[in-house]
């Protein structure tokens, strides 16, 4: 009974470097997401993917990329990474768009950039 | 642009009384969704009561309800008989019905401490 599984759980990267946040949910979900969450605020968008083979934008995509694999697993990659997204990382899914189903969250990704 | 606004950074309560969290936010829209998602230490978010703005009927789960008031654009959490494990982060969020890419709209959250 996973869930939504996110791997590293910890990393720290310099300035520059690239790193890819993995992302897999078993429960067959369609919709899967990537945000945000700093000191003080709430979660914010990166990216999400309705479905398998579709990505778009969320509020604050600059300086990410996202695949959608498949159906199970969507991941998030930093090309150059920069102090400013110094965050903690989510991933979640849900059944489905447009509908009032549930958001299911990982557990997090604690990303430092020094 | 739809804002969620918990005005209550922290909240104290006292093991088995009870306590509101507050939560209003701003939005255009008639049809909509409202969440409380509770955060513990273990960051993992966890959905503790869902609404849905066309049932006036409040939404309860177990010791959680929430107070839903449309027309004020309000939406409180009620904790009774808080627990120990009650203590967390608590987000309100915020999601219209028709929305692409079932974005959430969250609150800064209010850290919730329960005293033995």
């Known amino acids: 009974n996973a869930g939504v599984t996110q791997t590293p759980k910890f990393q720290v990267l310099k300035t520059g470097q690239s790193m890819t946040l993995q992302c897999a949910q078993d429960?067959?979900?369609?919709?899967m997401y990537w945000y945000r969450q700093d000191p003080g605020m709430g979660l914010r968008l990166i990216y999400y993917s309705a479905s398998e083979g579709t990505t778009d934008k969320g509020e604050v995509p600059n300086g990410y990329n996202v695949s959608r694999l498949n159906k199970r697993e969507f991941s998030l990659r930093l090309e150059s990474a920069a102090p400013s997204q110094t965050s903690v990382y989510f991933c979640a899914s849900s059944e489905r768009q447009f509908s009032g189903n549930t958001i299911y969250f990982g557990e997090g990704s604690w990303l430092t950039v020094v | 642009a739809q804002t969620v606004t918990q005005s209550q950074p922290e909240m104290s309560v006292q093991e088995a009384e009870t306590v509101t969290l507050s939560c209003t936010y701003d939005?255009?829209?008639?049809?909509?969704?409202l969440f409380w998602y509770k955060q513990p230490p273990s960051r993992q978010m966890i959905l503790v009561i869902r609404q849905e703005a066309y049932k006036q009927q409040n939404a309860t789960e177990n010791r959680f309800s929430v107070n839903f008031q449309k027309a004020a654009k309000s939406f409180s959490l009620k904790i009774s008989d808080s627990q120990l494990g009650d203590a967390a982060m608590y987000f309100c969020a915020y999601r219209p019905r028709n929305n692409a890419g079932n974005m959430l709209t969250f609150g800064g959250g209010t850290r919730l401490m329960v005293k033995p």
């Open positions: 429960m067959n979900h369609n919709s």
């Open positions: 939005t255009s829209e008639s049809d909509y969704y």
